[in-house]
């Protein structure tokens, strides 16, 4: 995906990571994406679109898009979606010109995505993508946590419980997977992986230049 992406001390330009990080509800995704955002400046969060209800204490732009059907589908009409997938009897996208625009800003972007859309985006930009997958320690802790989140109904809970072990079945989807039993190490090991992965060679578009003057 063609983009205007930051430089590293030696002034390289490099190609912008699309960095995927999935995992069943309550994985302990979100925390992992709220303090790597935090921590790392060139990486900016792709807000998706959703037609699912809001939860209590989510805002409207910052945690999705909120929208309905009619407004989702238009969307798709028009092509504005990277990709986008049924999820929980609801639909989620990724919108197209948000990423360009980060990209084009020179910044990696980071996507909380389901197993499709990690499908559908490495289609579409291949190399560009990093897939992270996160496991729940067990299916018990998992359980635990999204009762003690305290956000949906046992119904949602039980279904997403059903889910959570289709959603982990895709593991082999990823090129990266880690089981979240302490936050702490599992946000190093995906700051580890962002790290190497932008130090890619592959990802250095600046090299020839630099390799020039090296050897002049
Ligand atoms: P939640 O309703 O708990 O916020 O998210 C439910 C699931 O939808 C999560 O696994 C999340 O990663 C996934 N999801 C959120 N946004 C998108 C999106 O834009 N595209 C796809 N394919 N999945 C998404």
């Not at 509800?25 to 979100?30: C, L």
């Not at 320690?137 to 949906?152: I, Q, V």
């Not at 959570?164 to 997977?177: C, I, K, L, M, R």
Request: proline residues 4%.
């Amino acid at each position: 995906m063609p983009n205007n992406p930051p430089s590293d001390p030696h002034g390289f330009r490099r190609r912008g990571v699309l960095f995927v990080l999935s995992s069943p509800s309550g994985a302990g995704k979100s925390t992992i994406a709220r303090r790597l955002l935090a921590d790392e400046h060139e990486l900016e969060m792709s807000v998706s679109v959703t037609t699912r209800p809001m939860r209590a204490g989510e805002v409207d732009g910052k945690d999705y898009h909120f929208t309905d059907l009619e407004g989702f589908r238009d969307m798709v009409a028009n092509d504005e979606f990277l990709e986008w997938a049924h999820v929980f009897n609801h639909r989620y996208g990724t919108p197209r010109a948000q990423v360009e625009e980060m990209l084009a800003a020179g910044k990696d972007v980071l996507f909380d995505i389901d197993w499709q859309g990690a499908q559908q985006l490495f289609q579409i930009a291949g190399g560009d993508v990093v897939r992270v997958f996160i496991f729940p320690p067990s299916m018990e802790e998992l359980h635990r946590r999204l009762t003690s989140r305290g956000t949906d109904s046992t119904e949602v809970i039980e279904a997403r419980m059903s889910r959570a072990a289709n959603e982990v079945s895709h593991w082999d989807g990823y090129d990266y997977v880690l089981v979240n039993d302490d936050v702490d190490s599992c946000i190093r090991g995906v700051k580890t992986i962002l790290a190497a992965e932008r130090l890619k060679r592959s990802r250095q578009t600046g090299l020839i230049g630099f390799i020039r003057r090296l050897t002049r």
